[in-house]
């Protein structure tokens, strides 16, 4: 079965770190574009970042140098390492494969 | 950025009857649009692709269409599981970019 499953949110202090991981079964990471998208209670939704091709990433301007994307083929898992944490990254993060398969989120809370 | 504007914000309507949700870019998107429905408590759903494109599994009832600047997304008759907010969002520019979303609610 083709599923993604996120992990690593919790509470954090503003300023702080996180890294949320994401492990994909029934395909390869390294393979297909994989993506972080975030949505805020209450609030639609929001791309975060997507890696593709080997090497290839990209950012929302809002998470620009402070979030970066990565992944383990060995592992065959996704990364979202996330610094410099605001107030405002508070959401739940979803992995997601292509378009078509999503995880059912991590929650991320930024608050002192 | 692409902004992506989703009309309206809310939509009421009977079940049986028909829906038509809009979705229009701040530029050209050429036919790089995605349709998604998402349920209280539940990840997104991927419904349409590349415009018109049912996803796997997604009724017929579901289309889409349109081209460049304005999307529709029409659900011919809308069955009590089909009520929930919906995103369009374009990937043909970097940053991907979604829409507010419209929510169908039960009249």
């Known amino acids: 079965e083709v599923q993604v499953v996120e992990s690593g949110g919790g509470l954090v202090q503003p300023g702080g770190s996180l890294r949320l991981s994401c492990a994909a079964s029934?395909?390869?990471?390294?393979?297909?574009?994989m993506s972080w998208v975030r949505q805020a209670a209450g609030k639609g939704l929001e791309w975060v970042s997507v890696?593709?091709?080997?090497?290839?990433?990209y950012y929302a301007d809002s998470v620009k140098g402070r979030f970066t994307i990565s992944r383990d083929s060995s592992k065959n898992t996704l990364y979202l390492q996330m610094n410099s944490l605001r107030a405002e990254d508070t959401a739940v993060y979803y992995c997601?494969?292509?378009?078509?398969?999503w995880g059912q989120g991590t929650m991320v809370t930024v608050s002192s | 950025e692409i902004v992506m504007t989703q009309t309206p914000a809310t939509l009421s309507v009977s079940p049986g009857e028909g829906a038509t949700l809009s979705c229009r870019a701040s530029?050209?998107?050429?036919?790089?649009l995605a349709w998604f429905q998402q349920k209280p408590g539940q990840a997104p759903r991927l419904l349409i692709f590349?415009?018109?494109t049912r996803a796997t599994g997604v009724p017929a009832r579901f289309s889409g269409s349109g081209s460049g600047t304005e999307f529709t997304l029409t659900i011919s008759s809308l069955q009590s599981e089909d009520f929930a907010v919906y995103y369009c969002?374009?990937?043909?520019?970097?940053?991907?970019?979604f829409g507010q979303g419209t929510k169908v609610e039960i009249k």
């Open positions: 997601v494969r292509d378009q078509n398969v």
């Open positions: 969002q374009q990937y043909n520019n970097w940053p991907r970019t």
């Open positions: 890696t593709y091709s080997g090497d290839t990433t």
């Open positions: 029934g395909f390869t990471v390294s393979s297909n574009y």
């Open positions: 530029q050209s998107v050429s036919s790089n």
């Open positions: 590349g415009t018109s």
